[in-house]
């Protein structure tokens, strides 16, 4: 048994049509090759075959990640900042009263 792809069912193209099918640069292509990122079979023209691509962007994609919950505040947090609050507001009236002094 053979793997991968048949010849017949094998695709091969360039990096200008890769380019426009990813829509990036031809140079974007380029360097994704010369990095080892996608496979390309050498020649004039570099020609990349579609599994190539299919593979890459298998490599690229991102599954979304839920959502994080509402956090939770209880109505003693509240009264407690509250409480703060009110406290740093006093002592801030405080130093500008003795500022006026």
Known sequence: MENGPSPHSLKLLTEAEVARFLRCSPSKI????TTGKMAYLPGRPVLIESV???RYLDSIRREPRPLAPEPVVSKVDHEAAAERA???YQKYQLRQRNKNK
Do not use: T
């Open 30 to 33: 380029k360097r994704l090759r």
């Open 52 to 54: 190539a691509v299919e």
């Open 86 to 88: 009110r406290a740093a």
